[in-house]
C-alpha cells in the first residue's frame, strides 16, 4: 500500500477554512483516498474517502489533484470541536477475503488545533 | 444508538494475570477488529474477524487472543499480560461492502506493571 506523507501539526483560526494536505506520490490506480480523525484518546471518526472526483460530505470536502499524488482535506468553517488529529490514508483491497483487507494503515496524522 | 462499546474503558493490572476487554457492535456488522495505539506508532491491527468463527492476525498478534462467537461481540484476550502491552487499544466494525468506512469504539486504556 502507498505511504502517506503528512504535515505534524498545523494551526487554523476558528470560522476559517482549515486545509490539511496529504502527499501520497505512489499511489496506484485503484487506490482510495480516506480521512480519519481521532480526538484526544477517542476512537478514530470516518470522515469523507474519494478515487479520483472531488467529494463533499455533511463534514468536509476532499480535493484530489488531477494525477492523484496528493489531496487536501478541507474542514470549510473549523470550530474548537475539530481540533484532532486527522489520517488521511490509501488503501486498496481487491475483495473482501484479500488478507488484512480490514486493515488501514494509520501513521501519525496531523495534529490541528483549531485556536479561538 | 449505533455503537461500538469496550469494556473497561481503563485497566491497570500486573504482569501475569489474564485479563479480557470485551466489544460489542450493535449495527449487525460482520467485520470486527482490533488495535492497540502507542506514540509514534500510529494504529496497529492486532486480530481481525471476517465473521462468526472466523478470525485472522493481524500486524501485531503476539501475546493475544481473541474469539468470534456471536456476531455483536470481539473479545480481546491477554493470557499473561506484560508492560509491553500497555498501550490504548481500539475495537471497530464495519458492514460487509463498506471497506473503508470503520465504525471504533471509545477505547480502553490498559497499563500492565
Known amino acids: 500500500d502507498a505511504k502517506t506523507t503528512q504535515p505534524t501539526s498545523m494551526d487554523c483560526a476558528e470560522g476559517r477554512a482549515a486545509n490539511l494536505p496529504c502527499n501520497h506520490s505512489t499511489i496506484s490506480g485503484n487506490e482510495y483516498v480516506y480521512w480519519y480523525r481521532q480526538i484526544h484518546s477517542q476512537g478514530p471518526q470516518y470522515i469523507i474517502h474519494g478515487l479520483k472526483n472531488n467529494e463533499t460530505n455533511e463534514m468536509a470536502s476532499l480535493i484530489i489533484t488531477e494525477d492523484r499524488k496528493s489531496s487536501t482535506l478541507i474542514l470549510p468553517h473549523a470550530t474548537l470541536r475539530d481540533t484532532a488529529v486527522y489520517y488521511c490514508?490509501?488503501?486498496?483491497?481487491?475483495?473482501?477475503?484479500?488478507?488484512?483487507?480490514?486493515?488501514?494503515?494509520f501513521g501519525t496524522g496531523t495534529r490541528l488545533t483549531v485556536i479561538p | 444508538e449505533a455503537q461500538v462499546t469496550q469494556n473497561p474503558r481503563y485497566l491497570i493490572t500486573v504482569t501475569g494475570k489474564k485479563l479480557t476487554v470485551t466489544c460489542s457492535q450493535n449495527?449487525?456488522?460482520?467485520?470486527m477488529s482490533w488495535y492497540r495505539q502507542d506514540p509514534g506508532l500510529g494504529l496497529r491491527q492486532i486480530y481481525y474477524s471476517m465473521n462468526v468463527e472466523v478470525t485472522d492476525k493481524g500486524d501485531v498478534p503476539e501475546g493475544y487472543k481473541v474469539s468470534r462467537k456471536e456476531k455483536r461481540n470481539f473479545p480481546l484476550i491477554l493470557e499473561s499480560p506484560s508492560p509491553n502491552q500497555t498501550s490504548l487499544y481500539f475495537c471497530?466494525?464495519?458492514?460487509?461492502?463498506?471497506?473503508?468506512?470503520?465504525?471504533f469504539g471509545p477505547g480502553t486504556r490498559l497499563t500492565v506493571t
Open positions: 471497530a466494525s464495519r458492514p460487509r461492502g463498506a471497506l473503508y468506512e470503520q465504525y
Open positions: 449495527m449487525n456488522h460482520e467485520y
Open positions: 490514508i490509501v488503501y486498496f483491497a481487491l475483495n473482501e477475503y484479500q488478507t488484512g483487507a480490514n486493515n488501514l494503515f
